[in-house]
């Protein structure tokens, strides 16, 4: 196991001080969506206030911005981000592997007692090979080293399911109380979890009662019973949704907004409304968009005019792309799959050549097909070659991982990966689906990785 974290961290910390060397300077760590969470850290530390443009900051949530204060208050924000993520994504791959181990001894009467032994003694194959694809995976050993809340949340993620794992084996409360605080924590990281406690508190209480696995007269009293299956997914309701309800009703109070984060707003308009306005209209996105722009650019002005409150502009872009959908629901299913289509199977190769500051040649307009293939391995071989190692990783990544997933013993643990799998999937899809969004799916898959060398599928 220590060899598998030393690799995760090396490889966390390597990547950025080798893409200065090859980029001959820093590489490049930020991205548009740094800046917002630099503006809100910065507001944190000198105004002692989450604010934005010296207004109350409702967009971003708190989450990430806080993470990210010592490294503004000591002026070095970037070198900060990669050294707490790089330590961060190494605990991923920990609890990625303890995952595993959970999963893999989740069929009928098992448990695991975990103890002080170590996962390397118990000689699991499922844990050290879910571990070594999480330690080596490109997407997520890049991320580590951006300005970006993925991997922080991506920790956070993991973190929740290994607490509900263990939970379900051991039906001891402290595993789901660590679970709930950490789905809260991510929650404020990320606002896309949101939606995930009442999910996850309807897999708790669909879990098996008493007497369904081996286990202690103490964790079948915490836990055994129906009706203390109902208390037990009420509590986690109450720690995973309740921090989320507070800051609901700090944004009513300094903003007149009623909900958790304004970009769900900003993103519901700009990036599901336009692409249907984009494809009814045939343009481009961008053109799209800047239509969308101008329109609540001046229905901004009305409502300025009028005495309205910022959150007013927010309602008003929530309501109008809600409209925009109601009108063409086909057309933005059809584009949201093949956004889902793009979480999964973007090799992520641009980030990359971005992130060492790579600029290719320009290919002549003319050439396409096998020769458009030809061109670019003479004139850009390096930028080719890793586009072929990436893609090959991801049809590892689909081919062996849906194989785990078939060879995984069913089970709660089994049921809790799909269910929290297909939520993220569904809500990253759209024109934003890229594999940036595949980092939090990975906890998922590395464990169904970690599975597919188990043999005969288990049912």
């Known amino acids: 196991m220590w060899c598998i974290l030393a690799v995760a961290l090396v490889l966390r910390l390597g990547v950025p001080l080798a893409a200065w060397w090859l980029a001959g300077g820093p590489p490049l760590v930020r991205e548009p969506d740094s800046a917002g969470y630099l503006e809100a850290a910065a507001s944190l530390w000198r105004q002692h206030a989450f604010a934005r443009q010296g207004m109350p900051e409702i967009v971003r949530t708190p989450g990430y911005p806080v993470l990210l204060l010592p490294g503004v208050a000591l002026g070095g924000a970037d070198l900060w981000a990669i050294v707490v993520q790089a330590l961060s994504g190494t605990l991923t791959v920990y609890l990625v592997m303890r995952l595993a ?52 949340f991506t920790t956070a993620l993991a973190l929740v399911l290994w607490g509900l794992a263990r939970h379900a084996a051991t039906h001891r409360r402290k595993p789901l109380v660590a679970a709930a605080l950490a789905l809260a924590g991510a929650t404020f990281v990320r606002p896309i979890s949101y939606f995930l406690p009442p999910l996850a508190a309807a897999w708790l209480v669909c879990l098996p009662g008493r007497g369904a696995r081996k286990a202690t007269v103490e964790a079948q009293r915490a836990g055994g ?40 707003d900003v993103n519901l308009y700009y990036w599901h409304a336009a692409p249907v306005v984009a494809r009814r209209a ?31 502009r927010f309602f008003w872009m929530r309501r109008e792309a809600l409209r925009i959908l109601r009108e063409s629901p086909w057309v933005y299913a059809g584009i949201h799959a093949a956004g889902m289509a793009a979480v999964i199977s973007d090799p992520g190769t641009q980030a990359w050549l971005d992130y060492v500051r790579y600029e290719p040649p320009p290919r002549p307009v003319e050439v396409g097909g096998l020769r458009r293939l030809a061109w670019a391995i003479r004139a850009k071989p390096w930028a080719t070659l890793l586009h072929g190692l990436l893609w090959g990783w991801v049809i590892i990544l689909i081919g062996w991982g849906v194989l785990g997933l078939f060879r995984m013993p069913r089970g709660p643990h089994w049921w809790l990966l799909v269910l929290v799998f297909v939520y993220f999937w569904v809500l990253s899809g759209g024109p934003l689906g890229y594999h940036r969004f595949r980092i939090p799916l990975l906890v998922m898959w590395w464990v169904w990785l970690g599975h597919a060398g188990r043999g005969e599928r288990v049912s």
């Open 101 to 152: 181990q959970e999963a893999g001894c989740a069929g009928p009467g098992e448990d695991v007692q975990t103890g002080g032994e170590q996962l390397g003694d118990r000689g699991s194959t499922a844990s050290v090979a879910a571990g070594w694809f999480a330690a080596w995976d490109p997407s997520a050993v890049l991320y580590c080293g951006k300005l970006l809340s993925e991997t922080c």
């Open 225 to 264: 019973g129906g009706s203390l299956r109902w208390l037990n997914a009420g509590l986690f309701l109450l720690l995973s949704i309740g921090p989320a309800v507070c800051w609901q009703m700090r944004n009513w109070a300094v903003a007149g907004y009623g909900g958790f984060s304004a970009i769900t």
């Open 282 to 312: 045939k343009l481009p996105l961008a053109a799209a968009q800047a239509q969308l722009l101008e329109r609540e650019r001046l229905a901004h002005l009305r409502a300025a005019a009028r005495g309205h409150s910022q959150a007013e």
